[in-house]
């Protein structure tokens, strides 16, 4: 049994881990407000003092008077990265309204504060987490996309396939009216998966799908893993809430069919190596996404064309005002790369009755 001095000891290295964590997420705060404020503000504002604040109900503040930006430490510690960013990003909104353009008779949400999150596309509610509700509209293509996803899931492979066809047209054309429409669409942002250090060919061909073939745009966006004190990165969709919650559902959908897909490649070679899972996987999602092309270009020749959103571009221009791009190298096209390829070209997007491969019920409440 430990004594009490050792006891003392524990704890003191405890606080000592704990203290050495929120000095590296204050950092790391640090590192991603001046990036925000090159990005957004082009270096308008000074480096204000950072803390991390336990306010049950405050997700963060900007005081006038400290010149201290608080971040909840609970937000830190349990919603990642993300809602992290886009709370300090609120944060800086306030800060530029006070220290910049030198407006005190407003409130603090007044029309200085709401005219700067719109033009940078900040969420001026600040909840950490973009908002999911979704229009009656939006709502009614979910359910008839759900419906025909369920019937997709058909032991018949040629219904399967119809189905699947049924629901990718569908959504071309609500995307189609809705541009043409040319009214005020309301976007968003999501991000899929969670954060890590190495993303893998498989997971950049499904961005590559969604971002063709779901109406997002896609981006992938450094965040650090607090509590594993490790930089990484995830995957951000922009897109109506609609557009949002299918390529949300495909994700989960084509990450969890390619590890079954293994799984079964596994045990017809007989093998339980994972030395070839990596080029499976790839395979899988490149097979997947040429299946996707060949039903775009019958699509085409019905006159359904998709050019893109406009109104998109400039929104998620707006969140990523300085873009890069990268190139990387394919995994080896070998043997197991064939295997997969030939089974995406045969994977059909489906819904299964009840829930997502990811636990949560899909597009529709209940």
């Known amino acids: 049994m430990p004594s009490s001095g050792q006891g003392t000891k524990k704890r003191a290295r405890l606080e000592a881990l704990t203290s050495e964590l929120e000095r590296l997420v204050l950092r790391e705060i640090a590192l991603e407000y001046d990036r925000v404020n090159r990005a957004y503000f082009k270096g308008a504002m000074r480096l204000p003092t950072f803390e991390l604040g336990d306010a049950g109900g405050r997700l963060g503040r900007f005081s006038e008077d400290t010149r201290a930006l608080e971040i909840s430490r609970k937000l830190v510690e349990t919603a990642g990265w993300g809602p992290v960013v886009e709370v300090l990003k609120h944060e800086m909104a306030h ?177 339980k190596k994972n030395r070839d899972r990596l080029p499976f996987l790839a395979g899988v999602m490149s097979g997947f996404y040429a299946k996707l092309n060949d039903e775009r270009k019958a699509q085409s020749k019905e006159g359904l064309v998709w050019v893109g959103d406009a109104d998109l571009r400039a929104y998620y221009r707006r969140r990523h005002p300085h873009i890069q791009s990268a190139r990387f190298a394919g995994s080896a096209r070998n043997e197991a790369h064939s295997h997969g390829r030939e089974a995406g070209r045969r994977l059909v997007l489906h819904r299964p009755m009840g829930q997502g491969p990811s636990g949560r019920t899909l597009l529709l409440k209940g």
């Open 95 to 271: 800060q530029y309204v006070i220290e910049v353009l030198h407006i005190h008779d407003e409130t603090s949400h007044g029309p200085a504060f709401r005219s700067i999150c719109e033009r940078l596309a900040i969420d001026a509610r600040a909840s950490g987490v973009p908002d999911k509700q979704r229009s009656k509209e939006e709502e009614r293509v979910l359910e008839r996309v759900a419906k025909l996803l369920a019937l997709a899931d058909s032991p018949s492979e040629h219904e399967a396939q119809t189905a699947m066809n049924l629901a990718q047209r569908l959504m071309l054309k609500y995307n189609l009216e809705n541009v043409a429409a040319a009214g005020s669409r309301a976007y968003s942002f999501r991000h899929l998966g969670t954060p890590t250090g190495r993303v893998t060919e498989a997971e950049r061909l499904i961005a590559v799908i969604l971002g063709d073939h779901f109406f997002v745009n896609v981006i992938w966006v450094p965040v650090y893993r607090a509590l594993e004190e490790k930089r990484g990165s995830v995957l951000e969709v922009c897109g109506t809430r609609a557009n949002l919650e299918l390529a949300a559902y495909a994700y989960d959908f084509l990450r969890g069919a390619g590890e079954r897909l293994w799984r079964e490649h596994q045990t017809r070679m007989g093998t």
